[in-house]
Each structure stands twice: as C-alpha cells, then as structure tokens.
C-alpha cells in the first residue's frame, strides 16, 4: 500500500516537472530589461574605491572585493547581517535598500544551490570567485517581483509578460537573466 502510495507521488511529480518544462520552453527578451520595467537607483559601488581600486574593472573581481571588504561573505556564503550596511553605504533611497536586503536574503539559498549551473552561463573569466557576482545578480533580477510600487511599470506590456513568465518559470528566467549578463 505504501509503494503504491509512493509510486503514484512519483508519477505525479514526473507529471508536474514535465508540464513546468513544457511553459517554461522559452524565456521572452524582456526577463532581462529589469531596468526598463523598475528603474530603481542603481548602487554607488564607488563608495568602495579606496578599499577596492586595485582589484580591477571585471565585475566579478570588483564585486568579491566589496563583499569581502564588506565581511559579506564568509567563503561562498553570505552573511545576511552584513548585507544592510553594505547596501546603506552604495545606496541613499531607503526603500531601494529594504528591497535589495530582502532578495539577497530570497537569493542566498539559490546561490549557493545552484552556482555549478550559474558558472557556464556567465561570460566573465576564473580570475575572481563569482559568488558575490551571482548574489547581485540575483538581487537585481528579482526586482522584476520587488520593485517598489512607484517605481514599476505597470502599463508596460513587456514588463507584464516579463513579470508573468518570471512568476510562472523562475529558475529558466533567472538563467536566462545571467547569460547575458
């Protein structure tokens, strides 16, 4: 009784990750205009100049500088309670600050899940570890669900279609995000 239990909650979860594979084919251009759909400020990353000027343009290198120079990141995990005051210091906008802390917190689990897949698809080099890179990106992408209210662009077809496939299908509109990026 309980295999056949089993085997049908098989079946049917085999059912689901088919039909999720199926509508999630084909990510539209628009999951990687997040800036179009929420033009929230972008951080002031300048701000870590004098810790961080040698550690070159890469973004990747850049990036794992400030979260180190920040205490961010212990190895490849992120320190949730370092997060605020290394957004307080690249941002001025307060709300800009609770929606960044929050999707750093949703994006910690997925990135440290997921980074063997997210490494092909990033276009920059070995040089520098890419956790911190994959953080941020994170953190931006989903400002297509946070964005706050005043900000998005809500009578945006393409903002509409983007935010609907993102909902509907992730983890294929976060990759799709990140290769081009």
Known sequence: MRTGRILVALIFLALIVAFQSAKCKAAPKSVQNVNVCCPAPMPNWGVYNSECHKSGTQPSCRLACI??????????????????????????????????????????????????????????????DRHALFYSLCAYARLIFTCPDKMWQRNNRMCQEAKAYAKTCPWPALKMFMKNT
């Open 67 to 128: 979260f180190n120079a920040s205490s961010v990141l212990q190895g490849n995990r992120l320190i949730q309670g370092k997060v605020r005051p290394m957004l307080e210091r690249a941002f001025a906008s307060e709300p800009t600050i609770d929606v960044y802390e929050s999707n750093f917190a949703r994006c910690s689990s997925v990135v440290r899940s997921k980074y063997q897949e997210l490494s092909p698809l990033s276009r920059q080099s070995d040089a520098c």
